[in-house]
Structures are given as structure tokens and as C-alpha cells.
């Protein structure tokens, strides 16, 4: 019954201060709940359910140790071909570590899910969000608040930009995208894969601007795509894109 959800019947307190709490167990086709279950299989993708519900509890709990032991066994049991499903187990590793002050080894697990996620998830997906909010998180305890700052920034710019491209603001579209870009040359490797992703939001705001061809939006995404993809460990385990969305 791991991973079960619950509704809250009643909770009346017993005269000798006992609560006595009812609960029945929510079907997966109650509609109040369906939106829970619905998110909790998609994050966690195709893995045991199960698994990674009871060591969020345990996370939760401060049982960090035990924790992790069933992210390994769900990291175990995932097909080879479940990409997101690792990103997430990874990704819940370095939160681990993360709360263990372990800073090199969540920056580790953090990387390593970012690759998995930057490469089939779209720039604007939450969890590439949330994965960037947890590594700078890292960064913060570490008093790197230079670093940390600088990458709120960039995924705060990027969105900035994104927003602005939607609303037909291009001038300052590539305003907002070439801060994220200017930062990201300043702290990551020089053929990192977001690179990629800052000249593709670019080039789509000339295409949506009428500067520019569909052909010319990809070239230089493409040619750091290229890039990356030879560098990033990730890549002999992904199911790799031929262009950056």
C-alpha cells in the first residue's frame, strides 16, 4: 500500500486526548485526487511508484540514509531505456545529499539529472527549473553566493524571455536571453549544452520577428548542440534530439 493515498474522514479526540482518525482509501479515478496521482506517475516517470513514494516519506521524515536506499533499488529496477525516470532518481539523490552537506556529491547527482532532462525536456519544462533551484541551492550553502545568484539569474532570464517572446516583446526577448547567455559563458564549460539553448530562444525570437530564416534559427544551436552532445556523459545513455526546442 506504499504510494496510497488516503482521505481524511474524521478526527475526533477521545476524552483521554487519544485522537481517533478515520481514513478510506482514495481509488486513483476519484476526481479531487486524480490530479495527485496523475502528477505523482509522471514525475517519477515508469519507475515503482512504491518505491520512490516511501523514500519521499522517509526524506521527509529526516531519514536520509534509508532514504536513499530505496532511490538506489528504484535507480535498480528501471527499464534501460527510462531516461526521466532516472533524471528524477538522480535528482532526488542530490536533494539527499544535498541535506547531508555532501555539496560535491548533490552537485554530482543535480548534473548529471540536468543533462538527462536538458537533452529531451523542453528549456521551459519546471523540472529543468527545479533542478538549476536546487543546484544553487547547493551553491548557497557552500557561501558561493555569487555563483548561486548567478544562476537564479540566468533561469530567471531565460523565462523573462521566453514570457516576452510570447507576448511579441522581441527587443526585449534578446535582451533577457543574452543575460542568460552572457552568464552562462561566464561559469560553465565552453561547449556546455545551454549554450545551445540560449542561440536556439534567440533565434526563434528573429524568426518570430520575421529577421531571419527557419533554416539559420538552428545553425549555431545546432553546431553547440554538436558540441556538447561529445562532451556530456549523458550522451551515450539518451536518446539524443537533432535540434534543441
Known amino acids: 500500500m506504499l504510494g496510497s493515498i488516503f482521505r481524511v474522514d474524521s478526527e475526533p479526540r477521545e476524552k483521554n486526548g487519544i485522537w481517533k482518525i478515520k481514513l478510506t482509501l482514495c481509488s486513483d479515478h476519484e476526481q479531487d485526487v486524480k490530479s495527485i496521482f496523475d502528477h505523482l506517475q509522471n514525475e517519477s516517470s515508469q519507475c515503482e511508484l512504491n518505491l520512490l513514494a516511501f523514500g519521499n516519506v522517509l526524506h521527509d521524515m529526516g531519514k536520509f540514509d534509508q532514504a536513499k536506499s530505496y532511490y538506489d533499488q528504484c535507480l535498480d529496477i528501471l527499464p534501460s531505456n527510462d531516461d526521466l525516470g532516472k533524471a528524477y532518481c538522480y ?76 507576448q511579441q516583446n522581441y527587443s526585449d526577448a534578446l535582451k533577457y536571453h543574452d543575460e542568460a547567455s552572457q552568464i552562462r559563458h561566464k561559469h560553465l564549460p565552453k561547449h556546455h549544452f545551454r549554450f545551445g539553448t540560449s542561440y536556439h530562444n534567440k533565434g526563434e525570437v528573429h524568426q518570430h520577428s520575421a529577421r531571419i530564416s527557419d533554416e539559420d534559427v538552428n545553425t549555431e544551436a545546432d553546431k553547440f548542440e554538436i558540441l556538447a552532445i561529445e562532451k556530456s556523459p549523458a550522451s551515450s545513455g539518451v536518446e539524443q534530439k537533432n535540434k534543441i526546442n
Do not use: H
Not at 115 to 135: G, H
Open 91 to 166: 535528482y532526488l539523490l542530490g536533494l539527499i545529499a544535498t541535506e547531508k552537506d555532501d555539496n560535491k556529491s548533490a552537485l554530482n547527482w543535480f548534473e548529471k539529472s540536468l543533462n538527462i532532462r536538458s537533452y529531451i525536456l523542453q528549456p521551459s519544462d519546471p523540472s529543468i527549473a527545479d533542478t538549476f533551484n536546487a543546484m544553487a541551492r547547493v551553491y548557497y550553502n557552500e557561501e558561493n553566493y555569487g555563483r548561486a545568484l548567478k544562476l537564479y539569474n540566468a533561469m530567471c532570464y531565460t523565462n523573462l524571455g521566453l514570457v516576452c517572446t510570447a
